[in-house]
C-alpha cells in the first residue's frame, strides 16, 4: 500500500513539473519573441499603468499601492540611467587592479583614455520586464480592499515628485560630471563618409 500512494505522488509531481515546465518554456518564447519590438512592448507597459491610473482615479484609493509602484519605478529608472560600474569607483578599481589598466564595463575618467560603450547597470529589456511585472502586480493589489490603507494622497504625491527631482538633479549631475550620456541615440557624433 505504501508503494502505490509513494507512486501516485511521483506521478503526480512528475505531471505537475512537465505542467509548469511547458508553461515556462511559453513565457520564455513569448518573451523571446518580444525581445526585437521594444516600441510595442513599452507600449503595452504604458497600457497597463494607464490603466491602474484609471483604476486609483476612479476607485479614489489605494494610493499606498500606488506610492510603492512610483518608488521602484524610479529605482528601476535610476538603474537603467547609471553604469554598471560607476566611475567614483574606478579609481579605487584600477587601484586594486593595478595590472589591468581598465575593466569590462569602466567609462573613461579622462581625455586620454581609450572610447569603451556605456554599458547600463540595468538593461533596457530586464527594466522593461520588471516595470511590467511591477504594474501587473499593482493592478491585481487594487482589487483586494485590505490594501486600500487609508492616507492622504496629496502628501505621498508631493512627496514623490520631491523625491523625483533631487534624485534625477544628482543623477544629472553625476551624468554630466563624468560626461557620460545613457542614451543610444542622442549626443553621439556622426561622421559622414567622404564618398
Known amino acids: 500500500m505504501m508503494d502505490d500512494s509513494s507512486e501516485g505522488a511521483q506521478a503526480l509531481s512528475t ?9 515556462q518554456v511559453h ?15 513599452w507600449g503595452v507597459t504604458g ?11 476612479f476607485a ?6 500606488c506610492y510603492a509602484l512610483g518608488i521602484y519605478l524610479l529605482n528601476l529608472f535610476l538603474a537603467f540611467l547609471t553604469p554598471k560600474i560607476d566611475p567614483e569607483m574606478a579609481e579605487e578599481i584600477a587601484e586594486v587592479e593595478a595590472a589591468n ?15 569603451r560603450p556605456f554599458i547600463r547597470r ?9 516595470a511590467t ?7 491585481v493589489c487594487s482589487f483586494f480592499e485590505f490594501l486600500d490603507i487609508p492616507v492622504y494622497w496629496p502628501i505621498l504625491l ?24 545613457p542614451f543610444t541615440n542622442f549626443g553621439k557624433r556622426r561622421y559622414n563618409r567622404g564618398n
Do not use: C
Request: glycine residues 8%; hydrophobic residues 50%.
Open 15 to 23: 505531471r505537475a513539473s512537465g505542467l509548469f515546465g511547458g508553461l
Open 27 to 41: 513565457y520564455q518564447t513569448l518573451l523571446d519573441k518580444s525581445t526585437p519590438h521594444s516600441g510595442a512592448r
Open 122 to 130: 540595468l538593461p533596457e529589456f530586464k527594466f522593461w520586464l520588471n
Open 158 to 181: 508631493f512627496y514623490w515628485f520631491f523625491l523625483f527631482a533631487i534624485t534625477m538633479r544628482r543623477q544629472i549631475e553625476h551624468m554630466i560630471k563624468y560626461r557620460y550620456l
Open 133 to 139: 511585472k511591477a504594474v501587473l502586480l499593482s493592478l
Open 101 to 115: 589598466e581598465s575593466g569590462p564595463g569602466l567609462l573613461p575618467v579622462k581625455n586620454d583614455d581609450e572610447f
Open 60 to 65: 479614489q484609493g489605494w494610493f499606498i499601492i
Open 47 to 57: 497600457s497597463l499603468l494607464l490603466l491602474f491610473f484609471l483604476r486609483i482615479i
